[in-house]
C-alpha cells in the first residue's frame, strides 16, 4: 500500500514559482512510477509529468514543459513539481499519483494541495 500526502500549494502571483512536495510510503518504490496531475474546475484531471522512481526517468506534459520540473529524493522518499512562470491558469487542484511500472493505471493518489495563481 502506497501513502500520498502532498504539500506547498497556496496563493501566487502570475509569474511567480512554487515547489510542490509529496511525501511517499510503502513499500518496494523501486517498482512504481509517480506523477503529478491537476484538476481545475469544470475541467478533467491532467497529467503533468511523471518519474520512475528506480532510475529517475523523467517524462512530461508538452504543455508545461520547460516550467515544469518533477524530481525525486530518494533519501527523503519525496517526489517535488518545480513550478516556474506561473499563469492564471495553472490554477487548479494538483494532486500526487503512483503506479506500478508494469501497468498503466494510476492506483494511489494524495489528497490534492490547492493552487491558486492569481494578483
Known amino acids: 500500500q502506497i501513502q500520498l500526502v502532498e504539500s506547498g500549494g497556496g496563493l501566487v502571483q502570475p509569474g511567480g514559482s512554487l515547489r510542490l512536495s509529496c511525501a511517499v510510503s510503502?513499500?518496494?518504490?523501486?517498482?512504481?512510477?509517480l506523477a503529478w496531475f491537476r484538476q481545475a474546475p469544470g475541467k478533467e484531471r491532467m497529467f503533468l509529468a511523471g518519474i520512475r522512481w528506480s532510475d529517475g526517468r523523467t517524462y512530461n506534459q508538452r504543455s508545461v514543459k520547460g516550467r515544469f520540473t518533477i524530481s525525486r529524493d530518494n533519501a527523503k522518499n519525496t517526489v517535488s513539481l518545480q513550478m516556474n512562470s506561473l499563469k492564471p491558469e495553472d490554477t487548479a487542484v494538483y494532486y500526487c499519483?503512483?503506479?506500478?511500472?508494469?501497468?498503466?493505471?494510476?492506483?494511489?493518489w494524495g489528497q490534492g494541495t490547492q493552487v491558486t495563481v492569481s494578483s
Open positions: 499519483a503512483a503506479r506500478l511500472d508494469t501497468i498503466s493505471q494510476w492506483t494511489y
Open positions: 510503502g513499500p518496494s518504490l523501486s517498482m512504481y512510477r
